[in-house]
Nanobody
Framework: VQLVESGGGSVEPGGTLRLSCDVSRYTYSGYCMGWFRQAAGKEREGVALLSIHSGRTVYADSVKGRFTISQDNAKNTLYLQMNSLKPEDAAMYYC??????????????????WGQGTQVTVS
């Protein structure tokens, strides 16, 4: 499985971005797909998870009501719609996949595949 993120950029507070994650192989319905972020000097943290099998989603409290994780199976693409962005949302955002069920909080070691990241700046 290869993951390639895109869609990052620089926006003003209150702005909107949509991140995309193209997944090269996507045949195992048991995958948990997720978006994570890492700000400078901070640990990587889970933002949103989506169970490919059930469609169930989970969000970090800090993004609930503002971010939406979704998938387009036809395009093998995972999305993160980010609305009402705040300066504290600025970070490198990563797409990741785990061959297990989605658990919260997510254990980073459970995620077998990671993208290279896409930078989000809010200022």
């Amino acid at each position: 499985v290869q993951l390639v993120e895109s869609g990052g950029g620089s926006v003003e507070p209150g702005g909107t971005l949509r991140l995309s994650c193209d997944v090269s192989r996507y045949t195992y319905s048991g995958y948990c797909m997720g978006w994570f972020r890492q700000a400078a000097g901070k640990e990587r943290e889970g933002v949103a998870l989506l169970s490919i099998h059930s469609g169930r989603t989970v969000y970090a409290d800090s993004v609930k009501g503002r971010f939406t994780i979704s998938q387009d199976n036809a395009k093998n693409t995972l999305y993160l719609q980010m609305n009402s962005l705040k300066p504290e949302d600025a970070a490198m955002y990563y797409c990741a996949a785990a061959t297990s069920v989605c658990n919260w909080p997510p254990a980073l070691g459970s995620y077998n595949y990671w993208g290279q990241g896409t930078q989000v700046t809010v200022s």
